[in-house]
């Protein structure tokens, strides 16, 4: 492993452990629970608590075992640094702790994973200003854009609708005005796509999701991906910038945000996250066949009102998905006819499971707005396109025989 840009995707996911010695020649990053790191030499401690020298000293500010996840998920995306968290709403959170003030502004798109959503609300009255807009027109970011907007926000494929931002137009209007530029990568991830491609400044996975990808752990990253030039940015405290400009942004948020908040992941938790991760692309591979055959047999169905997936030639923002991602994602969403209750059809199914969650290896079903959306209310479900009969569907690896068989049988059943 001298040069890992030489390696595929799974190779160096693999691999990357084995760049550092582990321990007794272990192949995993071992679980370190030790919440405290002890020094021989008084000094070293300080050096270490000063920035002046690398090692852990409490475990809410680091940990060797979620520090090789970390190292992982940078590599998946290429990026500066990467910092994870107790979850993806933490590390989306933590944006917001560290880089905002009041009366600062933040872009961000309409079509929000549902807890982003009511986060924005949160923040919005605590004096930080957000304007949501139809983010698939970089139109309407950039006549959003007033002198005091510090963050422009956007999800990649929108959870739960599918809408897809203009990801490289954004990025190039926030570069030029320099605007950090922060971008959720969950519903694509890594392996489907690098958010740093479009210039994002920030890119944040719920590890949660795909990349730990079996629903026993959560976490999430929030990852410097080493485009945005710290300088140009307002909110840095003064302490920060006795490191090199490149190291701003990211220290800032170590300290304030994951040191302060505490918003820690766990080492538990980083290791099953580190070891689901290994099976990514095998996993994504074929949970994208699968949701394009299931999507497309529903589409072909006349019970079927509306499917919703960016590998559909149908939907509006293909063409700019197949240029943009590797393949389709694993999650689409649908609407029954009038007639057929949506509750109806999901328990005629034998296969997908009603939960939330996505990005697992068993296929999971939801009912929108009933559920994930209720909160917010019939309003601004309808301004996010979410219908009332709205399925979610996050497919699994199942057999695709099965799954287009399961999905199939229940409209006949319902
Ligand atoms: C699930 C999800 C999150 C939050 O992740 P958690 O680990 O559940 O906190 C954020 N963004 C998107 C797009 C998600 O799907």
């Known amino acids: 492993m001298t040069d890992p840009k030489k390696y595929g995707f799974t190779t160096t996911t693999l691999h990357s452990d084995r760049q550092k010695a582990i321990e007794h020649g272990s192949l995993h990053k071992p679980i370190h629970t030790s919440v405290t790191f002890g020094y021989k030499d008084a000094r070293e401690l300080a050096t270490v608590f000063q920035g002046k020298q690398p090692g852990y000293r409490y475990g809410r500010q680091g940990n060797p075992t979620v520090a090789a996840l970390e190292d992982k998920v940078n590599k998946m995306e290429d990026g500066f640094a990467t910092i994870c968290f107790a979850t993806g709403m933490a590390a989306i959170a933590a944006v917001v702790q560290a880089l905002l003030r009041k009366g600062d502004h933040v872009v961000s798109s309409s079509f929000l994973f549902g807890n982003t959503n009511s986060l924005w609300q949160t923040v919005g009255g605590q004096g ?68 740093k491609s479009v210039g994002a400044s920030i890119v944040i996975n719920a590890l949660t999701k795909s990349i730990g990808g079996h629903g026993n752990a959560l976490g999430g990253s929030l990852t410097d991906t080493g485009m945005y030039d710290w300088s140009r940015f307002a909110n840095i405290f003064d302490t920060y910038k006795r490191y090199p400009t490149a190291q701003w942004g990211i220290a800032q948020i170590r300290a304030k945000a994951l040191r302060d908040f505490g918003g820690s992941l766990g080492p538990e938790a980083a290791h099953h996250l580190a070891v689901g991760s290994e099976t990514m692309a095998l996993r994504l591979d074929r949970e994208c066949a699968n949701a394009l055959a299931v999507a497309q047999m529903l589409e072909a169905d006349d019970r079927v009102a509306a499917v ?10 293909h063409a700019i998905s197949t240029e943009l991602f590797r393949s389709y994602g694993s999650l689409f969403s649908f609407e029954l006819k009038e007639g057929i209750d949506c509750f109806d059809y999901l328990n005629r199914l034998k296969l997908g499971i009603s939960a939330s969650n996505l990005g697992d290896t068993r296929t999971l079903v939801i009912p929108v707005a009933h559920t994930i959306f209720y909160e917010m209310g019939a309003e601004r479900r309808a301004s996010m396109g979410i219908a009332e009969s709205l399925i979610r569907v996050s497919i699994g690896i199942e057999d695709t025989d099965d799954l287009v068989e399961d999905f199939r049988q229940a409209l006949d059943a319902a």
């Open 128 to 195: 930080i200003d957000i304007a949501m807009v139809d983010a698939t027109d970089v139109k309407n970011v950039e006549a959003a854009i007033t002198p005091a907007t510090r963050i422009v926000f956007v999800e990649t494929i929108a959870n739960p609708r599918t809408q897809v931002a203009d990801l490289a137009r954004i990025g190039k209007l926030c570069a030029d005005r320099g605007i950090v530029y922060i971008v959720d990568n969950t519903m694509t991830s890594p392996y489907l796509f690098q958010p």
């Open 308 to 317: 919703y997936y960016p590998g559909l030639k149908s939907h509006p923002q």
